[in-house]
């Protein structure tokens, strides 16, 4: 660049253009000397205030774009969440739960009246044939206070040598008649829980005694006892009227008793006769069978 350019820059013609016009509107030939005196002092001073320009030229580095300044928040602009009015929680529909039921323990069975009772191991004639009793009813009665117990009222009908003469001597609820037609198994009574009917008449001569038996279904499996009975009883009746003959209330049976052989209908000189054995073993039906001469299948 020059030094000429340097002190006084070039004047392009737009610059020069918006100085004349801006001194005066319109300018002619014949006005030109006129201008030079009027304008050039003023463009004069112009030049001679401009800034001075650099001796050399410097090298332009590339400049950083910085990083644009986040834009400051505007009072209008803030995203302001809204306070959460204050709900009242819907009311929930209460239901009303059930009341506790109390646990009611189930009325013990009621025992019937007990007119003629005998005490354990008091051996009683029955005197049937001064009576003309020719059939006797043994009622079975209980309560169970838990009710897994499965009570059942057996018979075994036995010879000479205390076993049955065969397998149809054991009357059951599975077998409710004996061979003979003398003994007959009822799975309920009127007022007794099981009932078996013996027949004198027509009871095989070669029986000696007919034994009852009380056992509890699985007992041993199941770990049930006569501990949880109640009111356990037998009693004799004529069956034609239901008169009591004699009646044998148990009294309270131990934990470990899983089977109860009640009594005794046994044959002494001629006459019949009753023993309340009232005697409690740990076996179940099975053990009664096998103790008896019964063979199961």
């Known amino acids: 660049m020059a ?3 340097r002190i006084h820059p070039p004047l392009s013609r737009n610059m020069l ?3 004349l016009n801006r001194t005066r509107p319109a300018l002619s030939r014949d006005s ?3 201008m030079r005196e009027s304008v050039m002092p003023a463009l004069s001073d112009r030049l001679l205030n401009a800034p001075e320009a650099t001796s050399a030229p ?6 950083r774009i910085p990083p644009r300044p986040p834009m400051p928040e505007h009072p209008t602009m803030r995203m302001v969440q809204p306070p959460m009015p204050n709900r009242t929680p819907a009311p929930t529909l209460q239901v009303p739960s059930q009341p506790m039921q109390p646990t009611v323990q189930p009325t013990p069975r009621r ?3 007990m007119l003629m009772p005998v005490a354990r191991g008091q051996k009683t004639a029955l005197h049937l044939q001064e009576s003309g009793c020719a059939r006797i009813r043994f009622g079975f009665g209980w309560h169970a206070n838990d009710s897994r117990c499965d009570v059942d009222a057996s018979a075994f009908l036995l010879g000479e040598n205390g076993r049955v003469l065969s397998d149809e001597g054991f009357v059951f609820y599975g077998q409710q008649t004996s061979s003979d037609g003398s003994v007959r198994f009822q799975p309920s009574g009127a007022d007794d829980r099981e009932t078996i009917t013996v027949d004198i008449a027509r009871i095989d001569p070669r029986i000696r005694k007919i034994v009852f038996v009380l056992t509890i279904d ?3 499996t199941q770990k049930l006892h006569f501990g949880m009975l109640q009111n356990v009883y ?8 239901g008169r009591e003959i004699l009646s044998y209330p148990l009294g309270n049976a131990f934990e470990n008793v899983t089977s109860m052989t009640l009594g005794e209908l046994y044959l002494h000189q001629g006459q019949w006769k009753f023993n309340p054995v009232g005697n409690g073993v740990h076996m179940d039906l099975a053990g009664q069978c096998a103790l008896y001469g019964v063979t199961l299948a």
């Open 3 to 5: 030094y000429a350019e």
């Open 17 to 19: 253009t918006e100085e």
């Open 32 to 34: 030109l000397p006129d």
């Open 58 to 63: 410097q090298h332009h580095q590339a400049q």
């Open 111 to 113: 025992m019937p009246p």
């Open 218 to 220: 699985e007992a041993l």
């Open 234 to 241: 037998l009693r004799i009746l004529d069956d034609r009227d």
